[in-house]
């Protein structure tokens, strides 16, 4: 339900991710949030991105109990080096 609001009411496409990899993505500063859902479990995350190099990862779970718990490391490149 979620994720069929994002799509249809914020227009924002939706990354599939798998947990354990390590991934590059090259996203808008024009958009200054994002969608990244774990593809085998369908948890939701939102990334945002801020003034400078702000960077923020929320996981969002409706009715979920507090586990599992996720772990993340952002690395972050800003255009011309």
Known sequence: MLLEHIDAEHTRPIILVRYG????????LARCWHVLVKQERRAVFLLTLGPGAAVSLVCMRANAAVMPRYMCRIALELPGG
Do not use: A, D, E, G
């Not at 990899?21 to 808008?28: E, G, K, N, T």
């Open 21 to 28: 990899r390590v991934w590059s993505l090259s996203l808008p």
